[in-house]
């Protein structure tokens, strides 16, 4: 079956100008998470998604990221008023449930510079 | 708050040698761990998990990682490096509490595997 999908795989956009990325989760996999990782550093926890409520946006780091999940499904990760410091791949996951223990599935990440 | 340690950002060994890439976890309580591969250009990929049953955990690909609990440590093995194995791997941590979903990562350990 399809694994996490995210799109696009590259974007390139200037400072200031707003950025959404999209996460495509496995069927079924109620669970979903967004994870930023800059270069030489593991992924950094942003926002999870029980269904369609964030369970845990604990991880944004101000109010220029935003993440919505409508139907349960497809996350949209939205990026206001770019700054410099945004570059970093970000990554969306899945897992069955949001129980701690269940294996989260990676997509591909979507690599985000900000010129 | 959790934290996760990987000592040795990179690790060279040759084809044939042991295999120990290193993780030390810092949590409350006994958490679930976890090791993930990320070959270039694909997405993180689970190799095993500890969730308090054995606490050595068997992975895919002949990898093996103990828990030890008083040195708070999960480090990763495999007897004998194989050319394909080079890749960068990751140890994160999840909590069995309320934030269940949310795993913290360790920075990454880059293996290379010499002829």
């Known amino acids: 079956g399809a694994g996490v999908s995210q799109t696009p795989s590259n974007k390139v956009t200037e400072k200031g100008k707003y950025v959404e990325l999209r996460c495509d989760p496995i069927?079924?996999?109620?669970?979903l998470y967004w994870y930023r990782q800059s270069l030489g550093q593991g992924p950094e926890f942003l926002i999870y998604?029980?269904?369609?409520?964030?369970?845990?946006d604990s991880g944004l780091p101000n109010d220029r990221f935003f993440a919505v999940r409508p139907e349960g499904s497809v996350s949209t990760l939205k990026i206001q008023r770019t700054e410099r410091g945004d570059s970093a791949v970000y990554l969306c996951?899945?897992?069955?449930?949001?129980?701690?223990?269940?294996?989260?599935?990676f997509g591909p990440g979507t690599r985000l510079t900000v010129l | 708050a959790q934290s996760v340690t990987q000592l040795g950002s990179h690790v060279s060994v040759s084809e044939g040698a042991l295999v120990l890439l290193r993780c030390n976890y810092s949590?409350?309580?006994?958490?679930?761990l976890f090791w993930y591969v990320q070959y270039p250009n694909q997405g993180l990929q689970l190799l095993l998990k500890?969730?308090?049953?054995?606490?050595l955990v068997k992975g895919i690909n002949g990898f093996e990682a103990e828990f030890k609990k008083s040195e708070t440590s999960f480090h990763l093995t495999k007897p004998s490096a194989h050319m394909s194995d080079a890749a960068e791997y990751f140890c994160?941590?999840?909590?069995?509490?309320?934030?269940?979903?949310?795993?913290?990562f360790g920075d990454g350990t880059t293996l290379t595997v010499k002829p």
């Open positions: 996951a899945s897992s069955l449930s949001g129980l701690a223990h269940n294996e989260q599935f």
């Open positions: 069927s079924g996999h109620t669970a």
């Open positions: 998604f029980q269904g369609t409520g964030a369970a845990d």
């Open positions: 949590s409350s309580v006994p958490p679930y």
């Open positions: 500890y969730t308090s049953a054995a606490t």
């Open positions: 994160a941590v999840s909590d069995r509490g309320t934030n269940a979903g949310k795993s913290t």
